[in-house]
Structure formats: C-alpha cells, structure tokens
C-alpha cells in the first residue's frame, strides 16, 4: 500500500476552465456523412489499407492490418462504402497530409459479426494479438499501441491508471469515469493481469470529486487491489512520469520507462476500451471527446474515429467570433492546421478559440533571469539557461544541461514575465540537433561505405593471390607427382628429398623456358623502313641481347607465376 | 500561428519591478520620518534622470522605448541608488550615478538582463571612487526640512553639518584604539547601528518579506547574506569583543538589510540556482565585512557585490540542480 504521496517539484495551476465541459453527460455524436479513417494511428506506424474504393464494409470490419511491430489494426466505423483512400491533412500541427480511407456511411451503422475473446486455452500472447487486432491504443495522446505495453514480460509490481487529467479545459476522462467507472476498472484487471501487476492504482486529480466518489464506488464491486487516490491539481500532474513520481515516488528519468522500475501506466479510456475489446470484441472505432472553448454547448462527445472535426466543433455551435481550433489543452495542444482534419484516437479535446479568450501572447522582452521558470519547472530544469544557449546556437552546453529531459509541458513559458515563448526555443534546440545527428549518420554511413569498400578491395586483393597460391601449390605437387613417377620408372630408390629437389629442378628448368619464350617473342616494332645506319644499330642491339639472354639463370626457387608473399 | 501553451499568468517584468517599488516603500517611509523628506526629492531625481537615460538609448538601440521604459526596470535601478547614497548628496552626482547605471553598466552590456553587474552596485562604486568626499557626507539623524535639503543637493554646501557614519566611526575609532564599547558612546549610535537607520532597515525588512510574501524573490539570497555576514562578523567578535563589534551591530548598519533584500537579490546579474544563491549571498556577507572592517571604504557592500557578480558564471556553472530522475534517489538513479 501506498502510504502518502509525494511530489514533483515545479508545476503550475491555470485557470482550469473544467466546469464549462464537465457537467452535462457524454452524448453520442451524429453519424457523419463521409468518415476519413487514418490509417496512422499508432506510433510511427502505418497500417496497410486491405480495401479497395467501392468496396463495401460493415462497422467493425478490419480495412487496416499492422504490418510493423508498432502497428495496430484500423477498422471501420461504421458500415459503409470506401470511396477513396487518399492522403488528407492529419491533425498535426505540421498540416501534413496521411493516408485515409474515405467511408461513405450508409446510415444502417450494421456491425459487423463480433464476440469477446475467448479464453479457452488462450494464452497471454493471443490475448495481446487480440488488442492488436481490435486497434486498442493508448487514448491519453500518445497513441502508443496497448498490447506492446502490456506485452512487457516481467517485474512489474503497479499497474498506473491515470485519470489525472491535468490540462485545463479538458473533461473526457472526467466524465468517462464518472458515467463508466466498472467498464474501466474491468479493463484495469484486464491489463493487470496482462502485465502481472500485484495492485491497481488510480490517480485523479482532487479537483474531479465526483470522477474520485464513482470511481471508489465501483472499486468495492471488485475483489482487485484497487486503490483511488486523490491528487492534487498541479499542472502537469497528469504526465505519466509526474504521475507515477506523486503515486509511488519513483523518478523515471529521461530514456527510461516507467517498465523500467516496476510501473506500467494507462489512461482510464485505454482501460475501458481495452475492456470492450476483450468483452464484447468491440474494436476502437470512438472515442469521448472533449468540445468547450468559445461555444454554446460545451460538453463531451462519443465520436467516431475519422468524423471530420468541423463537425465535431459544429456540435457544440461555436459563438461568432471563434477564430481558430486548438487540438488538446492549452498548455501542450496546438493549433489546428486545418478545419477538415478527422478524428484520431489520441485526441481528447478540442477547444474553439476566439481572441479573447485566448489574446496573441504579449510582446516577449528580455530575460531577467528571475528564476520564475526553474521554480515551475517540473522537470527540475532551468529553462531559462536553456533559452540562453538556445538563442546562441550552443546545442552542446543546452544538451549538457539536459535540454532533452524537458517535456515542453509549457510551464516555463506559462510563468515567464518576460512573456519569453520558451518551448519554442527548446524545439528549435531539438530539432537542430536532430538535423545534426542525422547529418553527422549520414556521414558517418558514408564513411562506412568507403571503408567497406577498401576493405573489399583488400580482401579481394587477397583472395587472388590466395587463388594462384592454391593454383602453384597444385602445379608443385603435380610436377612433383610426375618426377616421382619418373624415378618410379628408372627404378632407382632416391628417398623423398631427392624426388623434391628434382620437382625443384624441373619447375626451374620450366621457367627458364617460360621466360626465354617470353624474349624471344620480344620483336623490335617499327623497324620497316628505316635507313641503314639505324638498322645495323638495331641488329646490334639484338644480338647483344640475344647474348645476355643465354647464360640466365633465376636464383629463386619459386615458380614465375607465384606471387608475392602478401 | 501560435504554438503552446496557449495561456499565461499574468505576470510580467512590470509586475515584479513594481512589487519591489511598492517592498521599498516601507522603508522609504521611515527614512522620511527619520530625516525628512528629503529623500523623496532624490528619489525623484534619480527616477527622471534614469527614465530620461532609458529612454534615449532605446531610441539609439531601436528597440521599441514605451515597452522598455514601462517596465520600470530603471526605476528600481534609480530608487536602489538614490537610497544608497548619501542623502545630502549633490544632485550632479546623483544624476550622473544614475546614467552611467542605466547607459553604461546596463544597456553597454545589452540592455534589461544582461548585465553581468548589479548597476546600483557599480554606479555607487564608480562614484566613491571618484568623489569621495561627497560620498561620504551623511547627515546625522534627525529632521531636514525640504528647503535645507534642496540646498545641499544644489548647492553640496555640506561639511557644517555632517558627522562620520556609524561605520566610519566604528573603523577610525577602534583604529585609534578605543574599544567598541567606547565608540558606541558616540552620538551617532542608535540602538543597535547608526542611530535613525536600525528603523529604515526595519523598514526594508518589513518589505522583503513582502517580496517574499509575493514569491518576487526566494528566502536563499537575503537569508545567506545577513547569515554570512553575521557568521564573519560573529567570529570576530567572539576573538575580541573590545575590537570588533557584534554581528547584530553589522547587520543594522549601513546598507545590510537594503542589500539583503534589494541588492542581492538582483537575478539579472546575481546567481539563480539555489545553491548559487546561498554560496553568492554568503560571499557578499563575507568580503563586505572585510573591506568594512580592514578596507579603505566605510561600507564595503558594493564592492563586495560586484566581487561576487564577477563568480556568477562560474558558481551557476558548478551548482546546477539535479534534473528530474538524475537524483539518484528513490529509485530514480539514472
């Protein structure tokens, strides 16, 4: 058991802006006209799409496979017919565009045949193919797939439910764990039992009392060891590091995971859809989803995955002067790059921005090094050291003084007085020394390549003169063979030396005659024509060589041919 | 297009020079009632010849002037030296502190948060160097009217009515070999230092704990100045009580609790990480108590400050605080 909690230093507390979103019940969202299914949806992988336009499909039905050990299985939303399946700009602030099949809805929302998994003589490897193939993903944001985190082996003692929620303005979770707490704990004993955890810990943030009172209350229907703890609301709280630092008081540091030392953590929506994949065989199709900001109608949504977000932002009828979309909360979303993005299985908010409720950041002035930002900083760093090196270009001393165990929570920034736009200068840091790293790869495969290509000519090199030293040793042996055959023929009874030295010999005698064939063939050229005077030097010269060419005798024992020693 | 976060506190440099205008304010008071207001017509002069600094090398710089000037950085800078200095002060000299703190110590460097020097601190020490005499005028305690003031700092007719400070007087008279003891019979003692000051230095203690109260400064810079001042000065005072005073004499007089809480605690040109801030303020204490005690100048604050400014790189360098999960502890070793 826990006995208390501990804390992180740092963090901030905005204006939570909860209770605009959180008081009405999750409603389900109308069915879109036409759905955009990314095919992206878990980390860094694509799936391969399996259908084809003017296909047919039911909701439910698989339309893309994993093919990568990151990958998850996408499925159809609804039933419908594929019309396309064409690159659309995702939800990311860089407004690239992804792959997505385009499902014209056919309004029956028909699901396709579907059962809960079933455990006879399942084992726990079949369990974690079957999340794969229901598309279960981590819904915090991250995306990652589920069944490569439970799939960790061993030593994990906590399963981390984070229903912590710290951004401002989001709700889903909230209103999840208050409508749905037993669907979630269900799924948690899923995932501990999967992972091999002795105990359940909930997280929620103390300002959610009613998300606290449901949960505890749905905890004494199961016989787990399940405890809900209350936190305090400190942004970022909700951050699977601080999480796990308040519950159990273990810092994860930078490159490590919370596997690592013993914790395994979950979004309370991952565990509640990991418990319909496994129960009813429901594959991650929707999700909730926050809508608040500048609109009439705040509230939560059960969206399909794919609803174009104008629609979703629709819902909740954005007032007039709403100018812009964030995705996310405010200290770690972004701006919407485009209206018609759809919905993806990490996004858990969308708020409707207008310039009031969210003013274009003040004029930034200089740094006065107040030390406000190392006071917010939850990862115990001092930003505005950073910034410094940062804004001098020295990626060396920012790394130095761990620019990569910032998490861009976007406290620093959040406190700064000198309205200094810190993270931003934190992901230019990174992402110069990103470009850097991968030049410096580049070159060092080039150099790779060079060195493996001299080394090829070495080897091949040697591999010749190894050939012919194979080939002189036979003619050696052969030679010798044959005067071992002639002595046998003259019947005389020299031991084994004198068969060598006659090998010797006749591999002498042989080159010898090699090498005068050699000179012989050796022709003056050019010699038609010429005046007398030259021709009489030239016969000469011939005869002085045909003079030296007589009485020479190699001094080596090798053949010609054998090369040098390597 | 905007990146996150999205929101902000609504904190801003103005904000915090201005809470530290208000945390002098108490102790401004004080001085009033010990001295008469004087003192507020320095202030005033100082503030004006500092904005008018400001504000034409912005002009100069290009940078945008009323975002600069409102920040009321220079205030602070003119308020620390008006208080700092001698209140009978010519105004001349005043005004010149004043701009050679905003133009040269501050904006020569590159304007608000890269002086490496505290530009109170510098300008006070350029002009002690410079114009000693008129640096060390100080009024003893008690009443000036506006009128008689206004001729002091026009006119810098002075020496009629000067006394040493409490400091001076400490270090000619145990010098001359009278005891502590003896010294302190002098008129220009008080309760516990110069006689009048122990209040102002109430004063600006009441306002850094404001400050405090604000989180516009931390407990480290203030608390490991007067402990190492009082530390210094406490060893000696156990050596020979005769000849050295008591730490409790040193840290009310001169300028030790406007430093604590307004001086050392500049961030800009002070060190930031929490053990750079004890080992920085410390220091001060401590070379303050030497060139108090054994220098040439009456208080050896200034000095002492731009001393330590000269170590911030190095001690922020070798001080840097365990980062998240690098702290070896809880499991958490990396």
Not at chain 1, 434 to 453: S, T
Not at chain 1, 514 to 542: C, F, S, W, Y
Not at chain 2, 296 to 318: E, Q, R, S, T, W
Request: glycine residues 10%; neutral net charge.
């Amino acid at each position: 058991m826990i006995a208390g909690l501990f804390k992180f230093n740092g963090g901030v507390k905005p204006d939570t802006h909860k209770n605009e979103s959180a008081q009405t019940p999750i409603r389900t969202a109308p069915m879109p006209a036409r759905l955009f299914v990314p095919l992206r949806q878990s980390a860094r992988t694509t799936a391969r799409c399996i259908v084809q336009p003017g296909q047919k499909v039911l909701k439910g039905e698989r339309i893309g496979v994993p093919d990568e050990f990151l990958g998850t299985a996408i499925h159809a939303p609804t039933s419908g017919t594929v019309i396309g399946v064409e690159l659309h700009t995702m939800a990311h602030a860089s407004g690239l565009g992804t792959r997505c099949v385009i499902i014209e809805a056919d309004g029956e929302d028909r699901w396709i045949d579907h059962h809960g998994f079933d455990k006879v003589d399942a084992t726990r490897e079949d369990k974690l193919a079957w999340l794969r193939d229901c598309g279960v993903v981590g819904l915090g944001g991250a995306t990652f797939p589920s069944h490569i985190k439970a799939g960790r082996g061993t030593g994990i003692d906590t399963l981390v439910l984070n229903g912590a929620e710290c951004e401002p303005w989001i709700t889903c979770d909230d209103r999840l764990m208050r409508e749905q707490p037993a669907d979630i704990l269900a799924g948690a004993l899923i995932l501990q039992e999967l992972v091999g955890a002795t105990r359940i810990v909930v997280g929620i943030e103390d300002n959610k009392p009613e998300a606290i009172e449901a949960m505890r209350a749905a905890v004494k229907d199961t016989d787990g060891d399940i405890t809900v703890t209350a936190i305090p609301s400190i942004y970022p709280a909700g951050g699977e590091k601080q999480l796990i630092r308040v519950l159990t008081g273990i810092e994860i540091p930078h490159g490590k995971l919370g596997a690592d030392f013993g914790v395994q953590c979950f979004n309370v929506g991952t565990a509640r859809a990991v418990y319909r994949a496994m129960a009813f065989g429901e594959p991650l199709i929707s999700r909730v989803v926050t809508l608040t900001g500048n609109v009439e109608q705040p509230g939560n949504v059960d969206a399909l995955i794919g609803t174009p977000v104008t629609d979703l932002i629709a819902q909740a009828r954005p007032k007039a002067d709403t100018n812009r979309t964030l995705l996310g909360g405010p200290m770690m979303g972004f701006e919407l790059p485009a209206q018609d993005v759809p919905l993806g299985k990490g996004i858990n908010c969308l708020i409707a921005c207008s310039p009031s409720l969210f003013p274009p950041p003040p004029p930034e002035m200089n740094c006065i090094r107040c030390g406000a930002c190392a006071r917010a900083c939850p990862a115990d760093l001092q930003p505005f050291e950073l910034y410094w090196f940062s804004r001098a270009k020295n990626f060396g001393k920012a790394q130095e003084y761990h620019l990569f165990d910032c998490i861009e929570c976007g406290c620093c920034a959040y406190v700064c007085p000198s309205h200094i736009r810190l993270v931003d200068y934190y992901r230019f840091s990174k992402s110069e020394i990103w470009a850097r790293e991968r030049e410096k790869a580049a070159a060092d495969a080039a150099r790779d390549r060079f060195e493996f290509r001299n080394e090829r000519q070495e080897r091949e090199k040697r591999e010749k003169a190894e050939r012919l030293a194979a080939k002189a040793a036979a003619t050696k042996a052969k030679l010798a063979e044959e005067a071992k055959a002639k002595e046998g023929e003259s019947g005389a009874d020299t031991g084994a030396k004198a068969g060598e030295d006659d090998a010797k010999a006749a591999l002498i005698k042989a080159a010898l005659e090699r090498a005068k064939q050699q000179k012989a063939q050796v022709q003056a050229k050019n010699t038609d024509n010429l005046p007398p005077g030259v021709e009489a030097q030239i016969a000469e010269a011939e005869a002085r060589r045909q003079a030296e060419l007589a009485p020479e005798v190699p001094a080596q024992d090798t053949p010609p041919d054998a090369p040098e020693k390597q | 297009m905007f990146t996150s976060p999205f929101v902000r506190k609504p904190a801003s440099v103005q904000q915090v020079m201005f809470t530290v205008l208000v945390a002098l304010v108490p102790g401004v008071a004080i001085y009033v009632s010990q001295f008469g207001p004087g003192i507020v017509v320095n202030l005033l002069i100082a503030s004006l010849a500092a904005i008018a600094a400001e504000a034409l090398v912005l002009w100069l710089r290009k940078k945008p002037v009323g975002l600069y000037v409102t920040d009321l950085s220079a205030v602070v800078t003119a308020w620390l030296i008006a208080l700092a200095f001698p209140p009978i002060i010519p105004a001349w000299i005043l005004i010149l502190a004043t701009v050679l703190a905003v133009v040269a110590v501050k904006h020569l460097y590159g304007g608000l948060g890269q002086n490496p020097f505290n530009p109170a601190m510098a300008a006070y020490c350029l002009m002690i160097v410079a114009y000693p005499s008129a640096m060390s005028q100080w009024p003893p305690a008690g009443w000036m009217d506006l009128a008689t003031h206004w001729q002091h700092i026009v006119g810098g007719n002075m020496d009629a009515i000067t006394g040493a400070t409490p400091l001076d007087a400490m270090r000619t008279g145990v010098r001359g070999n009278a005891t502590v003891h003896d010294v302190l019979q002098g008129n220009a003692f008080g309760v516990l230092g110069g006689a009048g000051w122990e209040y102002i230095g109430l004063g600006y203690l009441v306002g850094g704990l404001f400050m405090w109260w604000r989180k516009t400064i931390t407990w480290h810079l203030p608390v490991a100045f007067l402990a190492g001042m009082a530390a210094i000065s406490g060893l000696f005072w156990l050596i020979d009580s005769t000849r050295y005073a008591s730490p409790l004499f040193h840290l009310a007089s001169g300028g030790a609790l406007l430093a604590a809480f307004f001086i050392v605690t500049d961030p800009v040109s002070g060190a930031s990480t929490p053990r750079g801030k004890l080992i920085f303020a410390a220091g001060i204490g401590v070379i303050a108590y030497f060139i108090r005690t054994f220098g040439a100048y009456p208080d050896g604050i200034a000095f002492a400050v731009l001393l330590m400014n000269i170590c911030v790189p190095l001690i922020d360098m070798k001080t840097q605080p365990a980062v998240f999960g690098h702290k070896g502890s809880n499991g958490g070793a990396s």
